[in-house]
Antibody
């Protein structure tokens, strides 16, 4: 069974940085596309970005609101995916979910429990 | 952009239909996710009409023209949740979500 466990959330000041992590197990991580999806308090789901597998060049795609500020990376030797968030804004406050899209994208098969990131002075 | 009704109400045992509309809906596959309060989303429909393993048969999906529909037949109290549609082409987008209330 797929398992995704996020960590690293917390309180950060506007303009600050934070890295959240996701530990994956129960599936072949190296061939999986991994995405981050966020949900602001009381709001809907918003896709943040994805990283494809090594065979797809580890290509990354990002949503417009975070492009240039957020970076997704992966370590296949550790079955880990990371979201580095820089120049954080109050509107980035949300629960950040790690998800897996399988080997070809477009479907979020499994989700982690989420980690809360709060951007506030 | 994907547009969903903000809320839908249904009586137990009846059929609930939740729509997802957008100009490009008919050109790409739609997924549906269920999210109960305080929980992570769960995939209930993918590629317009396919059910993942473990999802009850009362959940079905369809797509025609610019509208996709999630149908829950014989709705149960446990189906009360927020439902989101999602599509992917050059980017990934979610609908705004629909709160399903089972009265």
């Amino acid at each position: 069974e797929d398992q995704l466990v996020e960590s690293g959330g917390g309180l950060v000041k506007p303009g600050g940085s934070l890295r959240v992590s996701c530990a994956a197990s129960g599936f072949i991580f190296s061939t999986a596309w991994m995405s981050w999806v966020r949900q602001a308090p009381g709001k809907g789901l918003e896709w943040v970005g994805r990283i494809k597998s090594k065979t797809e060049g580890m290509t990354q795609d990002y949503a417009t609101p975070v492009k240039g500020r957020f970076t997704i990376s992966r370590d296949d030797s550790k079955n880990m995916v990371y979201l580095q968030m820089n120049s954080l804004k109050t509107e980035d406050t949300a629960v950040y979910f790690c998800t897996t899209e399988g080997s070809y994208g477009g479907v979020f098969w499994s989700w982690g429990q989420g980690t809360l990131v709060t951007v506030s002075s | 952009e994907l547009t969903q009704p903000s809320s839908v109400s249904v009586s137990p045992g009846q059929t609930a239909s939740i729509t997802c509309s957008g100009e490009k809906v008919g050109q790409r596959y739609i997924c549906w996710y269920q999210q109960k309060p305080g929980q992570s989303p769960v995939l209930v429909i993918y590629q317009d009409s396919k059910r993942p393993s473990g999802i009850p048969e009362r959940f079905s999906g369809s797509s025609s023209g610019n509208t996709a529909t999630l149908t829950i037949s014989g709705t149960q109290a446990m189906d009360e949740a927020d439902y989101y549609c999602q599509a992917w082409d050059s980017t990934t987008m979610f609908g705004g979500g629909t709160r399903l209330t089972v009265l």
